[in-house]
């Protein structure tokens, strides 16, 4: 089907080399993913973005319990004093903050606080929880949505409402703290490497960039098509800053009282947003195949002798069924009021990995067509072994889309030596990169780039070889390196 073909019936998309901006909007419509609701900034998940959400919560969920970690869940609304006893969090949050004052057609004796992070209601949760370092430590995670009031929304990236996970675990000593935070780090890096396929760099957040009330935050700072960074997760040290705040205080084994040490950690549907720009094209969504919501769908191709079609539907469903078995998400589209032609382009838009062409000459030679998504290559094949071909096929794709994000932001990644080169870098019209530089600046110097480049500091990666040189900011010797990079 030609390409003005597609666009007649609805189906085309503006270049992302074009109008990125639009791509993406076009893209998540069409794909049927979300669409905004009447309220500013929040967004309907239509049943397709929602099977992807599902299929990224059941690999984190089990990822979260085989790490020892329970779900729990904690109330919505948390009162505003809550919020105020941690000096640097309400800070953080206010300028995001949903507030409710009047309930029940009443004036409420104290304002209540849409859930923005759940920090504070489980701390004051965890206080009545812990007495004993025998009840520690706790390790819970919750599902949930949060409201953070957003001034420049774009769907799955920036929305008012959105849903997410959040961890929040109590220990008895730091170091225990300190593994965990970055036990989680490991988890959300292992999720975006072999299921997301993102290649994500790992590192520790500056002082400025860092979660409000944490002592350290790391995270996982993917680069997107548009060599744009996009934090994928975060893993929060907390310190005792919250628990002495709330009192979480347990006896030791020495019948001393001790603050407990903790952690918060998460990720959300930003993650979608992160999938659509890291592998997307100008056909629409491409799916890493361990998460799409299907990760093949058929395609018959019956004609119209009414004997012909009804033998490929019969051949098309038994193949359906192998697949099924096997443990594949499959689609069987037996729709007959549109062409295959048109479906081949729907299907496309929406990243199945996988299209399977099955017609009656296909069926008579015991073969089929299978299209791959992620580089437009089809083959005849035998319908001998199909099922284990595809699972085959799956997991070529899978690792193929890892290695491709991996190249690219590895040679869209430069070393750069002078302030002046930085600007240089930065200046062009399109994005450049990552740009990995000798940092020791503080939050004043990070803000002059931030209003002069539009860059921020999205990290100091934790697996960059040690290797003197001179801040940019400074001038100061150092052997600490940050990637800066324009971001979402």
Known sequence: MSKDKVKDKGLGVTPMSEDSAKWYNEVVHKAELAEHSPVRGSMVIKPYGYALWENIQKV????????????????????????????????GFSPELAVVTHAGGKELEEALVVRPTSETIINDTYAKWVKSYRDLPILINQWANVVRWEMRPRLFLRTTEFLWQEGHTAHA???EAIEETMRMLGVYRDFSDNYAAFAPVPGEKSASERFAGAVQTFSIEAMMKD?????????????????KVFGIQ???????????????WGVSTRLIGGIILSHGDDKGLVLPPRLAPYQVVIIPIGGKDADKKTIVMQKA?????????????????TRDNVSPGFKYNEWEMKGVPVRLELGPRDVENNSAILAR?????????????ISERIAGMLDEIQISMFERAKSFRQEHTQEINSLGELKEYFSAETVPGFALI?????HHDETKLKEEL???????????????GTCLATGKKTTKRAIFAKAY
């Open 60 to 91: 984190l969920d089990k990822m979260f319990k085989d790490t020892g970690h329970q779900n729990a869940y904690f109330p919505m609304f948390i009162p505003m004093s809550f919020l105020q006893k941690e000096a640097d969090h309400v800070e």
């Open 173 to 175: 000593t730091k170091d």
């Open 227 to 243: 060599k744009k960074a996009l934090q994928a997760g975060t893993s929060h040290f907390l310190g005792q800053n919250f628990s």
């Open 250 to 264: 347990f006896q030791n084994s020495e019948n001393q009282l001790e603050f407990a040490w903790q952690t918060s």
């Open 317 to 333: 469903e038994q193949i359906c069924q192998e697949l099924n078995h096997k443990g594949i998400r499959v689609k069987f589209d």
């Open 373 to 385: 998504r992620d580089i437009f290559e089809k083959n005849t094949v035998s319908l001998d072994g």
């Open 438 to 442: 000798h940092w020791d600046g503080d």
């Open 454 to 468: 539009k860059i921020t500091n999205r990290c100091f990666p934790l697996e960059v070889e040690e290797k003197e």
